[in-house]
């Protein structure tokens, strides 16, 4: 897991390790090994003896860290094979709930006010939150500054303290804050509505 605990892949690697204990018959470890967007994790995997026994449960930024980092320390085609798409997770753009923001058009009247001054926080550099963040940058025409956390349990007590304005993080764990009153969402990425409609939930309508 080449993750923190407690983030959305971190969540659904428990879940399979204990669906696999159980057909398996035997111990399932989940490692987690943070860093540099999840290479640390993929290339100590890379690195592993190929018996069949560590496996690798990752995601978009397994793809992106070797096209953006100078070296990410493996090479997603040659030294891996696929298994299993697991699930297809959107990103949310959360706040904190008394945050004035309600709406993806208040962001971005905010951030255009506030400059680079206006932050937003991802689960790490070169991961796919952190360039949905600079695609709204550049879409909007804004000076967002980028703050990078190693996942995003680290980010939360900071959005919740409005020490950074919004977060644009995995829906797996942040939906449970959501849905608590924890935070408040006024975007979330994906095509199916029925993410929108957890955001629903919390009382804001989400762009």
């Not at 983030?7 to 860093?35: W, Y």
């Not at 995601?59 to 493996?74: E, H, Q, T």
């Not at 360039?131 to 709204?136: D, S, T, Y």
């Not at 939906?175 to 924890?182: A, D, L, S």
């Amino acid at each position: 897991m080449p993750y923190p605990a407690g983030g959305g892949t971190d969540i659904m690697a428990r879940l399979l390790g204990e669906h696999l204990r159980e057909s398996l018959g035997q111990p399932v470890v989940v490692e987690n090994k943070p860093g540099a967007g999840g290479a640390l994790g993929a290339a100590e995997v890379a690195c592993s003896t190929p018996d069949g026994h560590t496996l690798l449960l990752t995601a978009g930024g397994f793809v992106i860290g070797p096209s953006v980092l100078k070296s990410s320390g493996y090479d997603p085609v040659k030294e891996f094979v696929g298994v299993a798409q697991i699930a297809i997770v959107p990103l949310i753009l959360v706040t904190r709930p008394d945050s004035p923001l309600t709406t993806f058009a208040d962001l971005r009247d905010q951030a255009r006010s506030d400059g680079d001054r206006f932050t937003f926080a991802s689960f790490g550099n070169a991961t796919p939150s952190h360039l949905v963040g600079e695609a709204i940058k550049r879409l909007g025409g804004l000076k967002m500054t980028h703050v990078p956390y190693k996942g995003g349990a680290q980010a939360l007590p900071d959005i919740m303290s409005g020490t950074v304005d919004v977060a644009i993080l995995d829906a797996v764990s942040m939906t449970p804050q959501i849905k608590q009153g924890r935070l408040k969402a006024p975007a979330v990425t994906g095509l199916k509505r029925q993410w929108a409609d957890i955001v629903h939930s919390s009382g804001v309508r989400a762009d």
